[in-house]
Every structure is written in structure tokens, then in C-alpha cells.
């Protein structure tokens, strides 16, 4: 099995994205879909595919787990792991932002922030000259600020609809998130035909599809 090609997929929604782009380029692992297994291999491509938390890919990556992966730019930003990014896929487009309760100024002192993002969000303060507390939380980022935990939140905005229901809104944006085609520096070095063709056919499609967007 040494020739095989070991790819850690997001599990979850964004993993519908990321399969279906693959499914372009001649790799169809939809079928998966149907099980709780997390491994599957695929004799047809010599690939196994690895089913991880979006979190934990690029850790799975890092460590030679996984040859290659498939994550976001916001894990990527959070992490700063050592892997290599080689293609922005241009899928799952959303963005980081600071969001909370409208007409509500930042605390002079010590203002809170819960976020997912405790590095990405204390850079970003610190840039801005504002010295915050970071509260990291896990998910439900968005229940912080409506219960008075915290000013503000740091965390993901895909179509706005958290932040609307919950009566919160933007107050800046940090970066543009899409996820990324990201490869160990191991297998990268050691190169394999299954690996050349993915980034090559990855490149190509991406490169199509942005040439059709103009
Ligand atoms: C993410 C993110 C926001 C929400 C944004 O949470 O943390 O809460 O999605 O999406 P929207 O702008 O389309 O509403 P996720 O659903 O991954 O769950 P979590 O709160 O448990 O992290």
C-alpha cells in the first residue's frame, strides 16, 4: 500500500464542497456520504480518504498522517502549521469579522472577546493597539455577547444568518477564508505520479473555473 495516497477530508459541510470539486477533477468519493466509517479507501485511485474534524486536518497533514488535505485558510491562519499550501481551492468562501450587540463601543478596559480563534484574534487586536481578554470557546461563538460574557466575538460569517438571528452585527473584517489544497513537506518532497496529477488537476480546474468567472 506504499504507493497510496492518504487525503484527510473535512467532515461536515464543508466536506460536500470539497468532494464535489473533486468529483470534477475524476475523483468521486460522494458515497462515503452513507457511512460513519473514517477511513475509506479507494483501490480505483490507490487513495485512502481520511474523515477529520476541519480543525484537526492540517494536524493529521503536519504530522505525515495524511499526505495531503484539504483545509481552511482560517485553520491554516490559527495554526500556522508546518505544511505546505499549494492551491486555493475557491470553495467554502467565508470571512473572519468582529461581531456584537449593535451601538455597543468597545470597553476602554480590558474589553472580552470569545472566538474559536484565540491567535488569530489576539493578533488582530494587537495590531489594532487594544489590549482584550480572549475567551476561547468552542462553538454557539455567537451566544457570548447575548448573555454578557463578552463585548465581541471573533469568528466565522458565511451568509450572515447567525449574527441576524441573534441580533448581533459586523463590526470589521479580518480575512477572506476559503479552503485550501494543503500537502505534508515529506510527501511533497518525495513526490508521487497520484499527488503530481491532484495538484496539477486541481491547479487546471481552479485556474478554468476563474477564467470562466471574468
Ligand atoms: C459557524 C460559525 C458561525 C456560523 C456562521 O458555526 O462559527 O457560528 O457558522 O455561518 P452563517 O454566517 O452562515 O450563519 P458552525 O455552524 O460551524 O457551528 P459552531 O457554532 O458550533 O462552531
Known amino acids: 500500500m506504499n504507493n497510496w495516497l492518504t487525503i484527510a477530508m473535512p467532515k461536515g459541510r464543508i466536506f460536500d464542497e470539497a468532494a464535489g470539486l473533486l468529483r470534477t477533477i475524476g475523483y468521486d468519493f460522494t458515497h462515503v456520504e452513507q457511512s460513519r466509517k473514517l477511513v475509506l479507501e479507494f483501490p480505483e485511485y490507490n487513495i485512502r480518504v481520511m474523515l477529520a474534524k476541519p480543525m484537526d486536518v492540517v494536524?493529521?497533514?503536519?504530522?505525515?498522517?495524511?499526505?495531503?488535505?484539504?483545509?481552511?485558510?482560517?485553520?491554516?491562519?490559527?495554526?500556522?502549521?508546518?505544511?505546505?499550501?499549494?492551491?486555493?481551492?475557491?470553495?467554502?468562501?467565508?470571512?473572519?469579522?468582529?461581531?456584537?450587540?449593535?451601538?455597543?463601543?468597545?470597553?476602554?478596559?480590558?474589553?472580552?472577546?470569545?472566538?474559536?480563534?484565540?491567535?488569530?484574534?489576539?493578533?488582530?487586536?494587537?495590531?489594532?493597539?487594544?489590549?482584550?481578554?480572549?475567551?476561547?470557546?468552542?462553538?454557539?461563538i455567537e451566544l457570548a455577547p447575548l448573555i454578557g460574557l463578552t463585548d465581541r466575538i471573533v469568528d466565522i460569517v458565511s451568509t450572515g444568518q447567525t449574527l441576524r438571528d441573534n441580533g448581533l452585527i459586523e463590526y470589521e473584517k479580518i480575512a477572506r477564508v476559503t479552503s485550501r489544497f494543503i500537502v505534508n513537506p515529506v510527501s511533497y518532497r518525495l513526490s508521487s505520479p497520484i499527488l503530481d496529477n491532484m495538484i496539477e488537476q486541481l491547479s487546471a480546474q481552479i485556474a478554468l473555473e476563474k477564467g470562466s468567472d471574468v
Open 59 to 140: 494536524t493529521y497533514v503536519e504530522y505525515g498522517a495524511a499526505d495531503c488535505g484539504i483545509a481552511g485558510k482560517d485553520v491554516l491562519l490559527e495554526q500556522n502549521r508546518d505544511v505546505y499550501e499549494i492551491v486555493d481551492l475557491n470553495i467554502s468562501a467565508c470571512y473572519l469579522a468582529v461581531a456584537g450587540l449593535p451601538n455597543q463601543p468597545l470597553s476602554k478596559i480590558a474589553p472580552k472577546i470569545a472566538t474559536k480563534y484565540p491567535h488569530i484574534a489576539s493578533e488582530y487586536f494587537r495590531e489594532q493597539g487594544e489590549q482584550v481578554e480572549i475567551i476561547p470557546l468552542n462553538g454557539s
